[in-house]
């Protein structure tokens, strides 16, 4: 079945990636992000010497996450005749697949009286976020795969560790145990490169600090552990900052400025982008809160809060960045909290509705989801399109 389902994900994510494969970020603008990325990818596949001076001097931030272009950069030239746009894409379609498979085994495994496993997938592959800026060239989703990717590997562990310790309370000693730090060794290459991808890479400390206070692992037994995995996560930063020295793409400092946190225009713009984010979905969120409350729905997993949190926090930094710069919220931030909407989306129609019902009412949730993500791209792409909402902003 497993199969079947990663080769229903691939095609999904497939016919998804049709409307924006190979496409730059904002194609009406005339210099966009997409540029960056190009450059670097060129840069990267030995076809320009050096990156461009004037891209780095006002975009540094995105020459510090490398991993996409350089991945993007050999492909599109070793392999795809220098066609670099193509290559982001398909390196952003495979993420999306090994989001949407591994979050379908994090149902699976978390959630086992799901049925529709596989359908809050489908709606991750499917949503306007994921098909307006996932395929082309942009670094959110191979982000968030890896960040999604590490949470689940360092949870796994936490929860074997555990389980041996107190299964064998008088035999098993983790620090003994060679598979522990064969793990922690993966799980330091991996949040290294993570760190090459997005800021998302941070998804993981806030995550840790969660399940630590969750599960209680600032005791003596376990407060080795943490403090050893904290430390390997920090160790693992250094190659990164090494390349942000050689290539200087240190984030820019920022002016404080609280009136501008606090403007009431850009806070509706960023709640617009939150609704256009998860559509239809708002329609089921809403009375699912009051189900939750009656204790009608089961209650959210301790790993889909702690990612959650950790989302938020990012969510919070974008805004907090964005908004001092004085530049448009990213809509694809908002979407990293898409495991617990697409959770609780499936819980409350499986509560709600019974067989044959039930299929039907997912068919048409379907239907109207991938119908108004289909319009926001097509709109996005026009000469009035949903991801410049903030020049409203300007006009005000």
Not at 189 to 194: D, E, F
Not at 256 to 283: C, E, H, M, Q, R
Not at 308 to 330: E, F, M
Request: charged share 10%; hydrophobic share 55%.
């Amino acid at each position: 079945m497993k199969i079947k389902i990663l080769i229903l994900f691939t095609l999904v994510a497939f016919f998804s990636s049709l409307l924006r494969f190979g496409n730059r970020e904002n194609n009406l603008a005339v210099l966009s992000d997409s540029d960056y990325y190009l450059d670097m990818a060129q840069v990267f596949a030995g076809q320009k010497e050096e990156f461009n001076h004037q891209f780095l001097e006002s975009a540094a931030h995105h020459y510090n996450r490398p991993l996409l272009p350089f991945c993007a950069g050999l492909l599109g030239h070793y392999v795809m005749n220098d066609n670099y746009s193509a290559a982001f894409s398909i390196l952003n379609i495979l993420s999306a697949i090994f989001i949407a498979y591994l979050f379908f085994v994090i149902v699976i495994v978390l959630y086992p009286k799901i049925n529709y496993s596989w359908f809050p997938s489908l709606l991750f592959l499917t949503a306007f976020p994921q098909m307006d800026f996932g395929y082309h060239i942009l670094t959110e989703t191979i982000g968030l795969a890896f960040a999604f990717g590490t949470c689940y590997l360092l949870y796994n562990l936490i929860c074997q560790i555990e389980k041996r310790v107190f299964e064998n309370r008088q035999s098993y000693f983790y620090y003994k145990d060679w598979r522990v730090y064969l793990n922690i060794f993966l799980l330091f290459i991996i949040q290294g490169l993570s760190y090459f991808t997005r800021e998302t890479a941070f998804f993981l400390f806030i995550f840790l600090i969660y399940i630590t206070v969750k599960r209680k692992l600032y005791h003596w037994k376990f407060l080795p552990l943490v403090v050893i995995l904290f430390s390997v996560f920090i160790v693992a930063k250094i190659p990164h900052l090494i390349y942000s020295q050689i290539n200087n793409t240190n984030m820019p400092k920022l002016p404080f400025d609280l009136l501008a946190l606090i403007n009431p225009v850009y806070i509706l713009d960023t709640v617009i982008k939150l609704g256009l984010a998860f559509n239809i979905s708002w329609l089921i969120i809403v009375p699912a809160i009051y189900y939750l409350k009656k204790g009608k729905l089961t209650n959210v997993h301790e790993f889909i809060v702690g990612w959650t949190l950790a989302a938020l926090c990012y969510i919070a930094a974008g805004y907090l960045h964005n908004t001092l710069l004085n530049i448009g919220y990213p809509l694809r931030m908002l979407f990293s909290l898409f495991p617990l909407f697409y959770l609780v989306v499936i819980e409350y129609f499986e509560k709600k509705y019974n067989h044959p019902k039930l299929g039907y009412m997912l068919a048409l949730f379907f239907i109207l989801h991938v119908g108004i993500s289909v319009l926001g791209v097509l709109l996005d792409s026009g000469t009035v399109a949903v991801h410049t909402i903030f020049d409203f902003y300007n006009v005000l």
